[in-house]
């Protein structure tokens, strides 16, 4: 079962901020306080509305692993979603936010586009 500092660990993870980054933007003066979190060694008490908030997810998230229907924060089963050509990536469910789901989607669609690009640069060669 995952912590509470794993889940805002991965919850950070997913929207590609440093611990120095997510200090800053919910007003904290050094990333030692997120890490505490992350190891569970302290709680983000007072914090925890506005951590919910920057990393979209909910407070019920992060201190329960709960998911509620109207979250941003989704389950995406990589394997199935993001495959290009004969490549799957990874074959386990993964928790992300709506917006790195977006973002995954985005790259998958410019993957394929350059390899028909590739493809017809190819056959010009010939």
């Known amino acids: ?5 794993e889940r805002i ?3 950070r993870i997913n929207k590609r901020l440093t611990q120095a ?6 007003g904290l003066k050094s990333s ?4 505490n979190w992350e190891r569970s060694k302290k709680g983000p008490r007072k914090n925890l509305a506005l951590l919910a908030e920057k990393l ?19 389950k995406l089963d990589l394997s199935e979603t993001i495959a290009v050509g ?11 936010t709506e917006n790195l789901k977006d973002e995954l989607l985005e790259a998958q669609r410019l ?7 590739n493809k017809q640069l190819r056959e010009r060669l010939k």
């Open 9 to 11: 660990k991965e919850a």
């Open 56 to 74: 979209e997810v909910s407070v019920d998230w992060i201190l329960k692993g709960e998911i509620p229907k109207n979250s941003k924060h989704i």
């Open 21 to 26: 980054e997510l200090a800053k933007l919910i």
């Open 111 to 117: 993957i394929i586009q350059l390899q028909e690009e």
């Open 1 to 5: 079962m995952d912590s509470v500092g």
């Open 32 to 35: 030692q306080e997120i890490s």
């Open 86 to 96: 004969h490549t799957r990536i990874n074959t386990k469910s993964v928790s992300i």
